[in-house]
């Protein structure tokens, strides 16, 4: 059996979608899990829609996710040796591609048109576009190894392609079946939304006289909100901005692996390298699958418990000045306080933004005996020389006993005046962070309003 090899194959017209990165990851797992090649391969002929900087982009994201390429190329480098063009000259002297003269009437027709049959198509032109001659009567067949089973079209609904525009560069479909071809790719794997395009594919591969590999066309991912695809329009959809967010890498790359794939036991946390041992084609699911982004944070959660404290602070840092710039020993008290609870990196700022920031208080946000609870508290600290938490704890327990508060009422008074929330960290914990100089100045405060 010949080498496995695979590619990615992005158009460089902007930041990378969630759903590439599914592609992008399958593919590398399909050929490494056998030992193969994964491929870079950046489809660029469609000059107009590519926006400067996104191959950098692409590549600095596939890097964060480790997903390694062996291989990389670009279209329009590679066309400078006029390969394409050859290509599609070699089908037109052979009779399965003819050149056409009319005027693209927009940019969409170049590659697309809505009359199936061309007007240029038995005319024996000598120059310019290279269209694809589809025969009559054909069934065009392939086995689609995502849906397991095959997908039939007739060459009777398939439109004469164009396969090189008139500026000598090719589209997208002579380009692809070129490139797979040279580039001795075994499995294909790509978006769903693709699969319009594959007779046209399924007829070029086989003109050029090579066999095509074998395809398979991934889900598309459903908005759990709306049943529909994710749109660029309605949805999030950008790796940077999920990374922006605060979701870990390995949180959204585990997710990602999930949704459309299943492995054979229930287990779900994987890294990149246990899901290339898992990895099985037989695992792909045929239905779309939704994005539930309580899934999302729920795998954030596990990746965030298993950093260790110093990761987590660096991480941190990143997501708040605040944070930043406080000491060492406040970093790794707060980080532990919050390891256990915080979703993502960006809630650092409001779980715990009280610790740096002066706080505003809100007084709507307290109960109705919140003065005397504070009172109680501000006797007891003033007294109180040894701060630490124990010591606390046993305290505040037996205000609440010998004043025959109700416990809950109680800490939140005390919760609201130290952070004006009334969803945090641990409260004694927090104080102790805090320190009893500025537990008693927010106490004061918050009697005073
Ligand atoms: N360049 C195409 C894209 O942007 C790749 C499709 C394929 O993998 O064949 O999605």
Redesign the pocket.
């Known amino acids: 059996m010949s080498k496995v090899r695979t590619r990615f194959?992005?158009?460089p017209t902007g930041f990378l979608h969630i759903g590439s990165l599914r592609t992008a990851l399958y593919s590398y797992a399909l050929a490494k899990k056998n030992n193969g090649d994964f491929i870079l391969r950046i489809?660029d002929t469609d000059q107009k829609r590519k926006v400067e900087g996104a191959v950098e982009s692409l590549e600095q994201t596939l890097n964060k996710f480790n997903l390694k390429w062996d291989e990389f190329y670009v279209q329009s480098e590679r066309q400078k040796d006029c390969i394409y063009q050859k290509a599609a000259e070699k089908l037109v002297f052979e009779g399965k591609a003819f050149y056409c003269q009319c005027k693209p009437k927009n940019a969409k027709e170049q590659g697309f048109s809505k009359v199936l049959r061309d007007p240029c198509r038995d005319k024996n032109l000598v120059s310019g576009a290279i269209k694809l001659k589809v025969p009559e009567n054909e069934t065009l067949t392939y086995y689609d190894f995502v849906h397991k089973k095959d997908i039939s079209f007739q060459s009777s609904e398939v439109y004469d392609a164009t396969l090189l525009k008139s500026d000598g560069f090719p589209t997208?479909h002579l380009a692809?079946a070129v490139d797979d071809l040279d580039m001795n790719i075994t499995h294909?794997l790509?978006?769903h939304d693709?699969l319009p395009s594959t007779p046209i594919h399924i007829l070029v591969f086989k003109y050029l006289g090579g066999e095509m590999p074998e395809l398979g066309h991934v889900t598309d991912i459903l908005s759990s909100e709306t049943g529909k695809k994710l749109s660029k329009r309605r949805d999030s959809v950008f790796v940077e901005n999920f990374l922006n967010d605060g979701y870990l890498e390995e949180a959204l790359l585990n997710f990602v692996m999930l949704l459309g794939w299943a492995p054979k036991d229930n287990c779900e946390l994987f890294k990149l390298d246990d899901f290339v041992q898992n990895f099985d084609i037989k695992g792909f699911q045929e239905s779309n699958p939704k994005f539930f982004f309580n899934k999302l944070d729920w795998f954030n959660g596990e990746y965030i418990r298993k950093l260790s404290v110093k990761e987590l602070i660096n991480k941190f840092d990143q997501f708040s000045d605040g944070f930043k710039n406080l000491e060492n020993t406040k970093k790794e008290l707060i980080t532990k306080l919050v390891q256990e609870r915080i979703k993502k990196l960006n809630e650092i700022e409001d779980l715990a933004g009280f610790f740096w920031n002066e706080i505003e208080l809100d007084k709507n946000l307290f109960g109705d005996n919140y003065k005397i609870h504070l009172k109680k508290v501000l006797e007891v600290l003033s007294n109180l020389d040894n701060f630490e938490l124990e010591k606390l704890n046993e305290e505040l327990m037996q205000i609440v006993k010998d004043n025959d508060f109700k416990t809950g009422d109680f800490f939140m008074s005390l919760r609201v005046a130290i952070t004006s929330k009334k969803f945090t960290p641990p409260i004694n914990e927090s104080m102790i962070i805090l320190g009893k100089e500025k537990t008693i100045e927010r106490i004061n405060k918050a009697l005073l309003i």
């Open positions: 194959a992005p158009s489809e997208y692809v294909i790509r978006g693709w």
